[in-house]
């Protein structure tokens, strides 16, 4: 499958809110609600930070919230702060026991 | 606490094989699927596969068929990953990651394992 589609960069400053958006098509975001998004900071592995759409996993901030709309998933991050600064990729289940990965979104923290 | 724990760094020639392992830990092995990820230099995550850990069952991208070969040993509750044919472009960091039981995504993800393919 090709790669959901993501903004390459996103930014805000500290306290604000950012939205990272996630594109796919009817045979992978927009036919299953099971999206989910990682957090990578620099030379760490991914985290999880959002599954089935919208839901937190247990010790993940709740600054972080996320919901689907159609084809495409969104990312919300409130009251952003420095530590929020890394990479963001959503995730969806594509059908047949596949997965396919976003491009990456590289959040800044002005 | 639940962890992967990968195996260390590897250099390849092109051509050659790598096998990956990924050891678990705090929780029942065979109860989850391991999925494969792995992260080019400076690119995004790309989905591999994925091996049932309980009954060997196995799924790849169709990027990887007849390259890759996803294996388990339950006795040691470790997953493993081999890529042959290896080329340049296969210089990445390859992250194992568990499924939980409510299924479809990624709960805990190993450290990663840096293959570099080099002549």
């Known amino acids: 499958q090709s790669a959901l589609t993501q903004p390459a960069s996103v930014s805000g400053s500290p306290g604000q809110s950012i939205t990272i958006s996630c594109a796919g098509t009817?045979?992978?975001?927009?036919?299953?609600?099971?999206v989910s998004w990682y957090q990578q900071h620099p030379g760490k592995a991914p985290k999880l930070v959002i599954y089935?759409?919208?839901k937190r996993p247990s010790g993940a901030s709740d600054r972080f919230s996320a919901s689907k709309s159609g084809n495409t998933a969104s990312l919300t991050i409130s009251g952003l702060q420095a530590e929020d600064e890394a990479d963001y990729y959503c995730?969806?289940?594509?059908?047949?026991?596949?997965?396919?990965f976003g491009g990456g979104t590289k959040l800044t923290v002005l | 606490q639940v962890q992967l724990v990968q195996s260390g760094a590897e250099v390849k020639k092109p051509g050659a094989s790598v096998k990956v392992s990924c050891k678990a830990s705090?929780?029942?092995?065979?109860?989850?699927?391991v999925h494969w990820v792995r992260q080019a230099p400076g690119q995004r995550l790309e989905y591999m596969g994925w091996i049932n850990a309980g009954n060997g069952n196995t799924k790849f991208s169709q990027k990887f068929q007849g390259r890759i070969t996803l294996s388990r040993d339950t006795f040691a509750s470790t997953a493993s990953m081999e890529l042959s044919s290896l080329t340049s472009e296969d210089t990445a960091i390859y992250y194992c990651?568990?499924?939980?039981?409510?299924?479809?995504?990624?709960?805990?993800w190993g450290s990663g394992t840096t293959v570099t393919v080099s002549s």
């Open positions: 009817s045979s992978d975001v927009g036919n299953y609600n099971l």
């Open positions: 089935g759409v919208s």
């Open positions: 990651a568990r499924e939980p039981a409510d299924g479809y995504y990624m709960d805990v």
């Open positions: 995730c969806s289940y594509a059908g047949v026991y596949s997965w396919v």
């Open positions: 705090g929780y029942t092995f065979t109860s989850h699927t």
